[in-house]
């Protein structure tokens, strides 16, 4: 059916009309399908009178339980209820201020005062839906409608969408709540966003598609698990997976990107993918090796924001790589071959989930399974900003605890010496590449972040590539050695599994 395309338009009104949700959703999970199987989604209730929108989300998260949340995330909440009534009653008198800690917050998005009102609420709801029950009182307190009024209304903020599709995504984990989310439109939506030729647009929906198809897909996709190939249902046997970890002031797209170049602009990957890609991994890799199901993974820096403000104490690399091995189980990883590709501190998050994991009889099979790791510029023996002053520190590292990546630090020393002797009795394949340029940080400092004897982790090769510390993992071009040596590492390391 996704392939009919010759149709008259009340042709696939009759279909779209007759469609169990089932089907629906399996239609917005084909590469081909027409949009005009998708009816629109149903009218919105009008807002309530003398209501916003902006005040309608306040009264959500402020309807949603403060139980089962972290202590920041309790803090934040109360904080982003505080800003936003504020700024209602601001605007009610034709004044605009935002006061108190939300100020520079604030200032951060940029944008118009509603919007920022907006995503101070939006972000805290995020979380809530991190947690089944409140996603059953998001539902029960009409917030499928208002979130998708919201979507709507602004189609020129991508980060206010994006905050939103993740509340839908975590949403959808909850199989109870599927018929509400479809009866609600939402897949209509989705199917439209996974065309996009925006790549966090499209896995941001292909997220949500693949936890509502219950039909093909086993593996559940918790917040920050991005699944970039395939994002459609396939007939491509998937063979192995690929998982992207990012580091120091990254995400799980922009670090993986082609290297900025001033000739070419972001613009031009609309027109072509091959000259500048805004995702390697999804556009090159994918293309190169079909049979690898690719994941890239995104840790708590939404909140390294919020967290420098939060009083209570900021996460560790072992709480990190906890939380992160629960999220990518849960996501199959373990059920085949594995090679994980980290960038900066992303790496020490790999070794610490690793030996995690191998204390873990239910994580098993993630020891059994993964094959190799590529370490992009990873501190393995800490980084020389520790030696710097505590501004450029907390510049860097927003939402770490810095003293865990000093030189003398005794967790990162017994991390290194603990996987190091792991890795060699697994036997691994590693493959290690470090930056040689100074990286440059604001306008003023200038710092090698890296330095070549830290990131030599004592075994695989040590590659110098002549480039900074954010560009270590951002190839020029497809042909540049960067890319292609990082890809025959992969298909050397996973020949057999290939073969299979």
Not at 99 to 114: H, R
Not at 185 to 191: D, T
Request: net charge negative.
């Amino acid at each position: 059916m996704a392939e009919a395309h010759q149709w008259h338009d009340y042709q696939y009104r009759t279909v779209a009309q007759a469609c169990d949700p089932r089907t629906l959703v399996g239609l917005a999970r084909s590469k081909d399908s027409d949009l005009r199987f998708f009816l629109p989604p149903p009218l919105l209730p009008p807002l309530k009178e003398d209501s916003s929108t902006e005040e309608e989300l306040r009264q959500l998260l402020a309807s949603l339980p403060q139980t089962e949340l972290d202590e920041c995330i309790q803090y934040f909440t109360s904080l982003a209820l505080s800003e936003s009534s504020q700024s209602l009653a601001a605007q009610k008198g034709g004044l605009w201020c935002f006061g108190g800690n939300g100020l520079p917050y604030a200032e951060s998005f940029g944008e118009v005062p509603s919007a920022t009102v907006e995503m101070f609420c939006l972000e805290a709801i995020v979380k809530h839906s991190e947690i089944s029950i409140h996603c059953d009182n998001i539902e029960a307190n009409g917030g499928l409608q208002l979130l998708q009024r919201l979507y709507q209304l602004h189609k020129d903020y991508p980060k206010v969408q994006r905050n939103i599709m993740r509340v839908i995504g975590n949403m959808a984990l909850n199989e109870h709540l599927h018929s509400a989310i479809v009866r609600s439109g939402w897949v209509s939506i989705m199917a439209e966003a996974l065309k996009s030729q925006h790549i966090m647009e499209a896995s941001h929906a292909a997220r949500t598609l693949a936890n509502l198809d219950r039909e093909t897909v086993q593996e559940k996709y918790q917040d920050g698990v991005y699944v970039l190939h395939p994002q459609h249902r396939t007939s491509q046997p998937i063979k192995a997976d690929v998982l992207f970890i990012h580091g120091l002031m990254g995400a799980a797209f922009k670090t993986w990107r082609q290297q900025d170049s001033e000739q070419v602009l972001t613009e031009k990957a609309l027109e072509d993918e091959d000259r500048y890609t805004t995702c390697w991994p999804k556009t090159w890799l994918a293309r190169d090796c079909p049979a690898l199901r690719i994941i890239s993974v995104e840790y708590d820096t939404s909140l390294s924001d919020w967290r420098a403000r939060c009083p209570m104490e900021r996460k560790s690399i072992a709480f990190r790589s906890n939380e992160l091995l629960r999220k990518l189980r849960a996501a199959g990883v373990g059920d085949r071959p594995i090679i994980w590709i980290s960038h900066s501190m992303g790496g020490l998050l790999v070794k610490k989930m690793l030996l995690e994991a191998s204390k873990k009889p239910e994580m098993s099979t993630v020891i059994k399974n993964t094959r190799g790791i590529i370490f992009y510029s990873v501190p393995h023996h800490g980084s020389r900003l520790a030696e710097y002053s505590v501004n450029i520190r907390y510049l860097l590292f927003p939402s770490l605890e810095v003293k865990e990546l000093s030189k003398d630090s005794p967790a990162l020393k017994a991390l290194q010496d603990d996987f190091l002797e792991f890795a060699k009795d697994k036997k691994l394949q590693v493959l290690n590449f470090v930056e040689t340029q100074p990286t440059y940080i604001g306008s003023m400092i200038k710092l090698h972040v890296v330095p070549e004897e830290s990131a030599d982790l004592g075994i695989g090769d040590l590659i110098p590539v002549d480039v900074n510390h954010l560009n270590i993992c951002k190839p020029k071009k497809k042909d540049a050695f960067l890319y292609q040596r990082t890809l025959q590492f992969i298909r050397e390391t996973l020949a057999k599994d290939l073969e299979n």
